[in-house]
């Protein structure tokens, strides 16, 4: 069973950084597409950023210039390092991998950021 476990939320001031990491197991298939997406409360789950297993990566224009998202050493484990953080940010961040034709998600692990 593909089982995906987030880490690195947490709180942080406006302006800091944080860094998401979510790694998989339960599968020997190389993942496609990794992605973040996040979802604030009372609105829907919206894509933060994606990498495909060649590398391209995409970003939502709100966080274009201050998100990286990276694939790890480790086969199937991405990352988020998040940089000059915003209240709006806030949000719980939730992992997506693609393996073959499934979709994945972690839990979510919650991200605020204070004023």
Do not use: H
């Not at 995906?4 to 790694?23: H, I, M, N, P």
């Not at 949000?91 to 004023?115: D, K, L, P």
């Amino acid at each position: 069973q593909v089982r995906l476990v987030e880490s690195g939320g947490g709180l942080v001031q406006a302006g800091g950084s944080l860094r998401l990491s979510c790694a998989t197991s339960g599968t020997s298939f190389s993942a496609n597409t990794m992605a973040w997406y996040r979802q604030a409360p009372g609105k829907q789950r919206d894509l933060v950023a994606s990498i495909t297993s060649g590398g391209s990566t995409n970003y939502a224009d709100s966080v274009k210039g201050r998100f990286t998202i990276s694939r790890g050493n480790a086969r199937n484990t991405v990352s988020l390092q998040m940089n000059s953080l915003k209240t709006e940010d806030t949000a719980v961040y939730y992992c997506n991998v693609q393996i073959i034709r499934s979709e994945y998600w972690g839990q979510g692990t919650q991200v605020n950021v204070a004023s």
